[in-house]
């Protein structure tokens, strides 16, 4: 069974500055997607970024982008010059092609940007 | 843009009353999912539906049942309602495919008193 950890229940960091977002993830197929959503408070869950476990290049969304490391089963995102509207919590998520169209979800973690 | 409409926002109901959730997309996506949403525990799927008529048990199926009669609605439904299912409950829809995006609706935080 797949499963996927966020050891960080919150995170905050200084607006403009620079925070990474752990997630990890265990799953025994070899092809797979990861992603990563975000949920502003009061607001609908949105994706922010997606990986396909093949390609070896991260993948990038303006100032969002994963570092992701096949071989530790980590997916962390990092968020470059956070704004306020970067404020949500955020979910990491996997889905394997051999099974069933299911996410799975980690426990998300809270971030706070302070101004 | 996909739009994932949930009836309620907010709903108030007693021990042991039937309640049903509704959904509705519009962008005539075959799959549609039911998750509960928990502090801690991330997002648990209850069921899901790859078509009109077809459902499959998630992950926490217990006390829940789920119908879908047309293909841009899709339907949770709690037999007895009972306290441990006070919970934000969110759905979402996709098109077919693994690579594809689930698009999540705006929820409805249930309490169960």
């Known amino acids: 069974a797949q499963t996927v950890t966020q050891s960080q229940p919150e995170m905050s960091v200084q607006e403009a500055e620079t925070v990474t977002l752990s997630c990890t993830y265990d799953?025994?197929?070899?092809?797979?997607?990861l992603f990563w959503y975000k949920q502003p408070p009061s607001r609908q869950m949105i994706l922010v970024i997606r990986?396909?476990?093949?390609?070896?290049q991260n993948a990038t969304e303006n100032r969002f982008s994963v570092n992701f490391q096949k071989a530790a089963k980590s997916f962390s995102l990092k968020i470059s010059d956070s704004q306020l509207g970067d404020a949500a919590m955020y979910f990491c998520?996997?889905?394997?092609?051999?099974?069933?169209?299911?996410?799975?979800f980690g426990q998300g973690t809270r971030l706070t940007i302070n101004p | 843009d996909v739009k994932v409409t949930q009836s309620s926002r907010y709903l108030v109901k007693r021990t042991g009353e039937k309640v049903f959730l509704e959904c509705v997309q519009d962008?005539?996506?075959?799959?549609m999912f039911w998750y509960r949403q928990d502090p801690g525990l991330g997002l648990r799927l209850i069921y899901f539906?790859?078509?009109?008529?077809?459902?499959e048990k998630g992950d926490i199926p217990e006390g829940y049942s789920v119908s879908r009669e047309k293909k841009e609605r899709f339907s949770l439904i709690l037999e007895s309602a009972s306290t441990n299912q006070t919970s934000m409950y969110l759905c979402?829809?996709?098109?077919?495919?693994?690579?594809?995006?689930?698009?999540f609706g705006p929820g409805t935080r249930l309490t169960v008193l």
């Open positions: 979402a829809s996709s098109l077919s495919g693994q690579r594809n995006e689930q698009f």
């Open positions: 799953t025994s197929e070899s092809d797979y997607y």
């Open positions: 990986q396909e476990a093949y390609k070896q």
């Open positions: 998520a996997s889905l394997t092609i051999q099974g069933a169209q299911k996410l799975v």
């Open positions: 962008m005539d996506h075959e799959n």
């Open positions: 539906s790859y078509d009109v008529k077809m459902k």
